[in-house]
Each structure stands twice: as C-alpha cells, then as structure tokens.
C-alpha cells in the first residue's frame, strides 16, 4: 500500500557532499515521522536523523552537525544533506516514514525503502 524510493546515493570522496532523497507513496493519508538510518556491513542498523510532520528534528551522535534532515509534507519527501563526509559513514542508507493510511483511523505504520549505498573514500 506504500512504498519508499530512495535516491542520490553513490561514491563520494571524503570532505564531500551527497544529498540523499525519498518520496513515499500509495494510499497514504497523513505521515508522522520520517528519517534515515544506515547499515555499514557487520554492523547493525542505526539511526542517522528523523523529522516531524512539524518539522522536529532528531540527530545521531556520529553526526556532529555535518547532517541536515528536511521535508516537504506536501510531496512527501525527505532529504538529507551530508557534508564532510568521511569513510566510516560509508553504508546503505535507507529511508524510513511512519504513516496512517487512507480509511483507517488510529493507526499508524512504519515502512522502509529498499536503500541507497553511499560509499566514502579517502
């Protein structure tokens, strides 16, 4: 019924810049959080950044303000801007959106994207 894309992922060398995309779709009524989390091989997935419908954001530790979240609630879509990237943020990158579909009240669902490699070398 929903379904995330992920784009704007790639190599990149260190010190610079990827900005990454998502647009949700399908029968979606309202969505109430959306973020980004990353997988690095070996390890397990972890929060990069989230936002509210209101714009609240939320920021790991590992980013140290080099990473900006935003959205545009009308086009359902989120973005995140990273900046001085360094190797160790190499990973997939996937999108994450917590939503109310249409016709169904008082409840909410988490969906995922299929994910992005961003890969930093030095």
């Known amino acids: 019924q929903v379904q995330l894309v992920e784009s704007g992922g790639g190599p990149v060398q260190a010190g610079g810049s990827v900005r990454l995309s998502c647009a949700a779709s399908?029968?979606?009524?309202?969505?109430?959080?959306m973020g980004w989390y990353r997988q690095a091989p070996g390890k397990q997935r972890e929060l990069v950044a989230t936002i509210t419908s209101g714009g609240i954001t939320n920021y790991h530790d590992f980013v140290k303000g080099r990473f900006t979240i935003s959205r545009d609630n009308a086009k359902n879509t989120v973005q995140l801007e990273m900046n001085s990237l360094k190797p160790e943020d190499t990973a997939v990158y996937y999108c994450?959106?917590?939503?109310?579909?249409?016709?169904?009240?008082?409840?909410?669902?988490?969906?995922w994207g299929q994910g992005t490699q961003v890969t930093v070398s030095s």
């Open positions: 399908g029968t979606i009524f309202s969505i109430n959080v």
């Open positions: 994450n959106a917590v939503v109310r579909l249409m016709g169904i009240p008082l409840r909410w669902d988490a969906y």
